[in-house]
């Protein structure tokens, strides 16, 4: 069909009641929210682009055609949008596609998932940071044009399918292809160099967030919404334990059992460092703990290592192997 092509994961398969669409389900987030749902008795479909086959359906969401097609085809109850141009400094480098992906393709999705309860998963970065905690209706103040295209994409979604939610989320990380995949875990080359002194910022407030956590709440969302369309508008989710990226660096270290001597607190940015970022954006997620929607964070030095071990097991297996 047009814009859009399945992978293998297609069965020949009855359609239970509960159907969920996946975006980005290649990502980080992604992957682990279609792993979710999947395990609790959802039929689950997952689209990607640049990686999705053979595993998920391969979309361009920027394609109209593609996106309604896929959307009439499968008919779910529930979108979970994970898709977007996440990197900052990438943002600023490259406006127009990130803008593309982050706002206009968003708003094509909201407005062809019409009736359909679709949840967008955006950022702490809507928020400067000067004045923290911040909830879900505090005014937005985005630094940088992430979070600039972040927000723009929540007020399209909402504009476009009034009975969405927003669910903003902070620094996340989780099981991993490639180290860099997360700003949390790309911190392990820091950690292992061991030898030679390294410097690591210790200037931002941080709130790392497990994406298996983010799942989960995501999954209660829908299974709530199902019973009740009041489930709608703005929330947020955040990790519990405060740190700057030195200190989660010291605690990855501590999580395998490695030292951490090396690692130098940088309590100044560098010169060019990038987009700008909050200081502090920490969420304040009281709406979805009062709904009892939250849940119980997994602690950072368990999760982190969870994370990473599956990647480091199979880099060493494959080490062993071809070398």
């Given at each position: ?85 996440r990197r900052p400094d990438v943002v600023e480098r490259h406006t127009e596609a990130a803008l593309n992906l982050n706002v206009h393709a968003s708003g094509t999705l909201a407005k062809e998932a019409a ?159 990038g987009a700008l970022r909050p200081h502090n954006a920490q969420l304040e997620c009281s709406r979805l703990g009062l709904l009892g929607l939250s849940v119980e964070p997994v602690p950072f030095r368990t ?21």
């Amino acid at each position: 069909m047009p814009g859009y092509e399945y992978g293998d994961y297609e069965e020949n398969v009855d359609i239970p009641y509960r159907r969920v669409l996946v975006t980005g389900a290649t990502g980080l987030l992604g992957r682990a929210v279609y792993k979710e749902f999947q395990n609790n008795a959802w039929h689950s479909l997952g689209c990607g682009y640049s990686r999705a086959r053979p595993r998920f359906l391969r979309c361009d969401l920027t394609d109209e055609v593609a996106v309604r097609g896929v959307i009439q085809d499968f008919q779910p109850h529930v979108i979970v949008h994970c898709a977007a141009e996440r990197r900052p400094d990438v943002v600023e480098r490259h406006t127009e596609a990130a803008l593309n992906l982050n706002v206009h393709a968003s708003g094509t999705l909201a407005k062809e998932a019409a009736g359909m309860f679709l949840i967008y998963i955006s950022t702490d970065y809507v928020f400067d940071g000067r004045n923290p905690p911040y909830g879900e209706n505090d005014a937005p103040n985005p630094l940088n044009v992430y979070g600039k295209s972040k927000l723009e994409g929540e007020r399209e979604v909402l504009r476009q399918n009034p009975g969405a939610a927003v669910l903003r989320v902070p620094i996340l990380y989780g099981e991993v292809e490639r180290v860099d995949e997360s700003a949390v875990t790309v911190l392990w080359d820091k950690v292992q160099e061991g030898a030679d002194s390294c410097g690591v910022e210790h200037c931002q407030q941080r709130f790392p967030t497990y994406v298996n956590d983010v799942a989960r709440v995501c999954r209660r969302m829908a299974e709530r919404r199902l019973q009740d369309p009041s489930i709608r508008g703005i929330f947020h989710y955040s990790g519990t334990e405060q740190m700057t990226k030195y200190e989660m660096a010291c605690a990855i270290a501590d999580a395998f059992s490695l030292p951490s001597s090396h690692l130098i607190p940088m309590t100044e940015q560098p010169a060019g460092a990038g987009a700008l970022r909050p200081h502090n954006a920490q969420l304040e997620c009281s709406r979805l703990g009062l709904l009892g929607l939250s849940v119980e964070p997994v602690p950072f030095r368990t999760a982190v290592r969870d994370s990473l071990w599956p990647f480091l097991y199979d880099k060493r297996w494959r080490q062993t192997v071809f070398h």
